[in-house]
């Protein structure tokens, strides 16, 4: 059963102000199964600088969607996860899985860039900030949803950038797909726990997703999508 949703009230009233159909915030603390990264600390005193680890990090190299990154040990298993889980809802959108993932990476060691106070996840190795999917063509003997607008046979690209908010018609059958994947995202705290992205500032390009202690989802569906 999803969680309950509370929506503050600047925060709808942010929403109406932007015609966005959706804008979720999570309650909160639910946070499914145990992790080792939640007893990481994530706050900083006054004047403390931020101690990364970035011996406890590994290399993780995808082999079912061809991208490369560094990253906890612990996320890799998250990661794989959200893999199989990308796959599986591609193939029931488009008829088959994306040949890549494009993204911004996952360690970085820095403070959140709107609270230097409070450590980043992807300090910790703990967050990815995925911004699209490129795929090939529809396989010969693949079977096509019958939804599948036949342009979409070829191959092609979806970012978030440029299909979030589709302002061509085109391009709203892979909006409908992104906005999918966060959606069924958000009721799969065993994948992630929280998912950042547009109209949300510093986040027109990206979805971040992390495995951090608390659930939380901000993002938002323009009314015309």
Same mark, same amino acid.
């Given at each position: 059963?999803?969680?309950?949703? %509370?929506?503050?009230?600047?925060?709808?009233?942010?929403?109406?102000?932007?015609?966005?159909?959706?804008?979720?915030? @999570?309650?909160?603390?639910?946070?499914?199964?145990?992790?080792?990264l939640d007893y990481?600390?994530? $706050?900083?005193?006054?004047?403390?600088?931020?101690?990364?680890?970035?011996?406890?990090?590994?290399? $993780? /190299?995808?082999?079912?969607?061809?991208?490369?990154?560094?990253? $906890?040990?612990?996320? %890799?298993? /998250?990661?794989?996860?959200?893999?199989?889980?990308?796959?599986?809802?591609?193939?029931?959108?488009?008829?088959?899985?994306?040949?890549?993932?494009?993204?911004?990476?996952?360690?970085?060691?820095?403070?959140?860039?709107?609270?230097?106070?409070? !450590?980043?996840?992807?300090?910790?190795?703990?967050? !990815?900030?995925?911004?699209?999917?490129?795929?090939?063509?529809?396989p010969r003997r693949?079977?096509?949803?019958?939804?599948?607008?036949?342009?979409?046979?070829?191959? @092609?690209?979806?970012? %978030?950038?440029?299909?979030?908010?589709?302002?061509?018609?085109?391009?709203?059958?892979?909006?409908? @797909?992104?906005?999918?994947?966060?959606?069924?995202?958000? %009721?799969?705290?065993?994948?992630?726990?929280? !998912?950042?992205?547009?109209?949300?500032?510093?986040?027109?390009? $990206?979805?971040?997703? *992390?495995?951090?202690?608390?659930?939380?989802?901000?993002?938002?569906? *323009?009314?015309?999508?």
């Open positions: 059963m999803a969680p309950a949703l %509370v929506v503050p009230s600047a925060l709808a009233d942010q929403a109406s102000g932007q015609g966005i159909s959706r804008f979720s915030f @999570f309650d909160g603390w639910e946070q499914g199964e145990s992790y080792p990481e600390p994530r $706050h900083l005193e006054d004047g403390e600088k931020v101690a990364c680890t970035p011996d406890q990090m590994v290399r $993780h /190299r995808s082999k079912a969607l061809r991208y490369t990154v560094t990253a $906890h040990p612990e996320f %890799v298993a /998250r990661l794989e996860r959200f893999e199989a889980f990308v796959i599986d809802l591609a193939t029931e959108h488009y008829g088959r899985a994306p040949k890549r993932l494009i993204h911004r990476g996952v360690y970085a060691c820095r403070t959140l860039r709107s609270r230097s106070s409070r !450590i980043s996840e992807h300090a910790l190795g703990n967050a !990815i900030d995925v911004q699209g999917f490129d795929f090939g063509p529809l693949a079977e096509a949803p019958a939804e599948l607008p036949k342009s979409l046979r070829r191959g @092609f690209s979806i970012r %978030v950038l440029k299909h979030w908010t589709p302002k061509r018609e085109r391009d709203a059958y892979h909006a409908e @797909f992104l906005h999918r994947l966060v959606e069924e995202l958000r %009721v799969r705290p065993d994948i992630f726990r929280g !998912i950042v992205g547009p109209p949300r500032p510093r986040h027109a390009d $990206h979805l971040h997703l *992390d495995a951090a202690p608390w659930r939380y989802a901000m993002y938002g569906f *323009d009314a015309r999508s």
